[in-house]
């Protein structure tokens, strides 16, 4: 495998592990690269869905993506939290551990949200301390994916990719680029979503993220629930032509629809991601 940046490997074209599908994964063996598990579906658990995870990342890779680390929150870190990940970490052999750039609880209340972070400095050397303690716990690099949001800060004072790549550089972590994610803000808060690309760093690229989306009221929703727009496609085209190499991955949270149906996103992503190495002769 072709070695990426941290040393991971590059596990070519994934999906999310979704317990709907436990069945046909085990019988079938389908031809998927990678799984994606949602890491907070089994900290805290020693019952069935635990048993199915071991037995499918006994047969392939798979990565952790987690929505309870809340590494904005001006709480103390988790350290329960952070030990129980890492144990399930160690447990399937995952390859890294990633969560979100935003917030998700505070004074010990949680609210079941990725709710935004203000773009500030005063924020980002606040996030990146975090990012570094985690790091140290974890004694590996973390990954964080950029949001996808429906209001902004008036207080910010830096462009949120302005704000990541700080991060990034900052904490020396990594990045998991979400694609769609970047297509719905760009929707949302009216900012060119090529220019936003251009002012990431693709060497810190650990991880791509497709999906689709819905809307409503004028504004776009990161629902993973429907297939991958057009635009979509587009923006990731982009993202290779400006260097980005890394794992992809096909998100689908909502209105799961049979594994074929899967597959044959997948495919599409194939084409491509096909195409797209071709004309760069990577």
């Given at each position: 495998?072709?070695?990426?940046?941290?040393g991971?490997?590059?596990?070519?074209?994934g999906?999310?592990?979704?317990?709907?599908?436990y069945q046909?994964i085990l019988?079938?063996?389908?031809?998927?690269?990678w799984f994606?598990?949602?890491?907070?579906?089994?900290m805290?658990t020693?019952?069935?869905?635990?048993?199915f995870?071991?037995?499918?990342?006994?047969?392939?890779?798979?990565?952790?993506?987690?929505?309870?680390?809340?590494?904005?929150s001006?709480?103390?870190?988790?350290?329960d939290?952070?030990?129980?990940?890492?144990r399930l970490?160690?447990r399937v052999?995952?390859?890294?551990?990633?969560d979100?750039?935003?917030?998700?609880?505070?004074?010990g209340?949680?609210?079941?949200d990725l709710?935004?972070?203000?773009?500030?400095?005063?924020?980002?050397?606040?996030?990146a301390?975090r990012?570094?303690?985690?790091?140290d716990?974890l004694?590996?690099?973390l990954?964080?994916e950029?949001?996808s949001s429906?209001?902004?800060?008036?207080?910010s004072?830096?462009?949120?990719?302005?704000?990541?790549a700080?991060l990034?550089e900052?904490?020396?972590c990594?990045?998991?680029?979400?694609?769609?994610?970047?297509y719905?803000?760009?929707h949302n808060?009216g900012?060119?979503?090529l220019?936003?690309?251009?002012r990431?760093?693709p060497?810190?690229?650990?991880q791509?993220?497709i999906?689709?989306h819905?809307?409503?009221?004028g504004?776009?929703?990161d629902?993973?629930?429907?297939?991958?727009?057009?635009?979509?496609?587009?923006?990731?085209?982009?993202?290779?032509?400006?260097?980005?190499r890394a794992p992809?991955?096909?998100e689908?949270?909502?209105?799961?629809?049979?594994?074929?149906?899967?597959e044959?996103?997948?495919?599409?992503?194939q084409?491509?991601w096909g195409?797209?190495?071709?004309?760069v002769?990577?």
């Amino acid at each position: 495998m072709m070695k990426k940046r941290f040393g991971l490997p590059d596990l070519g074209l994934g999906l999310g592990l979704r317990s709907v599908h436990y069945q046909h994964i085990l019988a079938e063996r389908p031809k998927v690269g990678w799984f994606e598990v949602l890491s907070d579906n089994y900290m805290h658990t020693r019952g069935r869905p635990l048993d199915f995870l071991d037995r499918i990342a006994e047969r392939y890779p798979v990565a952790l993506h987690g929505v309870g680390l809340s590494i904005g929150s001006t709480d103390e870190l988790d350290l329960d939290y952070l030990a129980e990940l890492r144990r399930l970490r160690d447990r399937v052999g995952a390859h890294w551990v990633s969560d979100h750039i935003c917030w998700t609880g505070v004074n010990g209340r949680h609210g079941h949200d990725l709710y935004p972070v203000p773009f500030t400095e005063e924020a980002l050397r606040h996030i990146a301390r975090r990012v570094c303690q985690v790091q140290d716990y974890l004694e590996a690099p973390l990954v964080l994916e950029n949001p996808s949001s429906y209001l902004e800060f008036h207080g910010s004072t830096l462009g949120e990719a302005e704000f990541i790549a700080a991060l990034l550089e900052e904490s020396d972590c990594g990045l998991l680029l979400d694609v769609n994610n970047v297509y719905v803000n760009a929707h949302n808060h009216g900012f060119d979503a090529l220019g936003y690309l251009r002012r990431l760093p693709p060497e810190r690229v650990v991880q791509l993220h497709i999906a689709g989306h819905s809307q409503a009221q004028g504004y776009l929703a990161d629902t993973h629930s429907a297939p991958v727009a057009a635009g979509v496609w587009e923006l990731l085209a982009e993202a290779w032509r400006l260097g980005v190499r890394a794992p992809l991955l096909l998100e689908w949270d909502a209105e799961i629809p049979e594994f074929a149906e899967l597959e044959r996103e997948l495919g599409l992503a194939q084409l491509h991601w096909g195409a797209e190495r071709a004309e760069v002769g990577s």
